[in-house]
């Protein structure tokens, strides 16, 4: 699979789109908003794989990453066989785990995954090979073993679950960015790898410090966050 974010220029940032909703239409949204590419979001988002095809569709010549709800083979074959340009794994630990993501995007001999291509004209672009594997790191454990996760041939690129990082942390669910041991934390994270390094961006008004602590892509807000933070901005001037 190609290499979704090496071969993009990072030079200004990667911005990419977070969509959590059902909705194709939402998706077209974010897709031509201008952003370089659409992450659907499989996990805690309400995307079910009845939506995934059609929100995948919606993305148009976006690329399409999906954060798929584990890290298992059915789970990533389903999301790549209905077209996802890449695939987002949650809760990786370890060097063994990322392996097991990176195999699973991988058709045999060097992954594991079925071939068995349902979609007119798609063959999941021809992947014959791993790749197109991000691997998030949310847990201190992840941190521990990034240097190894990072070296896994097939991992291109990592992403950052800044809240399930602060948990893991000892520190609340809301990313403490004001708090210097945090921001080493996350520092340690950009430093130590040798893949591009995201980050989920819960507030625009984050993605300065973001920059500043070494990541190289952000994503916007989910937008159902910005959905209510408008209407209720909308809300709060019509009142007035």
Do not use: K
């Not at 499989?42 to 919606?58: K, R």
């Not at 014959?128 to 073993?145: F, H, N, Q, R, S």
Request: proline share 7%; charged share 20%; hydrophobic share 45%.
């Amino acid at each position: 699979m190609p290499s979704i974010l090496r071969d993009m220029e990072i030079d200004d940032g990667v911005v990419a789109g977070w969509c959590s909703l059902a909705g194709p239409s939402t998706v077209e949204m974010v897709a031509h908003s201008g952003v370089d590419l659409v992450c659907l979001d499989a996990q805690h988002g309400l995307l079910t794989d009845h939506d995934l095809l059609s929100a995948i569709q919606a993305c148009g010549s976006v690329p399409a990453l999906v954060r798929v709800a584990r890290n298992a083979p059915d789970a990533i074959a389903r999301a790549l066989d209905r077209g996802a340009a890449g695939i987002i794994v949650p809760l990786v630990d370890s060097a063994a785990e990322a392996e097991a993501a990176v195999a699973a995007c991988g058709y045999p001999p060097r992954g594991t995954r079925s071939f068995g291509p349902t979609r007119v004209g798609w063959t999941g672009r021809d992947v014959l090979a791993p790749g197109g594997c991000v691997i998030m790191i949310e847990t201190m454990a992840a941190v521990a073993d990034l240097a190894a996760i990072v070296a896994v041939p097939g991992v291109d690129a990592v992403f950052v679950g800044p809240s399930d990082l602060s948990l893991s942390s000892g520190r609340a669910a809301v990313p403490p960015l004001d708090d210097p041991g945090y921001r080493d934390l996350l520092r340690s994270v950009t430093g130590g790898s040798t893949v591009p390094v995201g980050v989920y961006c819960g507030d625009v008004e984050w993605a300065p410090i973001y920059r500043d602590l070494g990541f190289t892509w952000l994503t916007l807000p989910a937008e159902a966050s910005l959905l209510r933070r408008g209407l209720a901005s909308a809300l709060e001037r019509y009142r007035r």
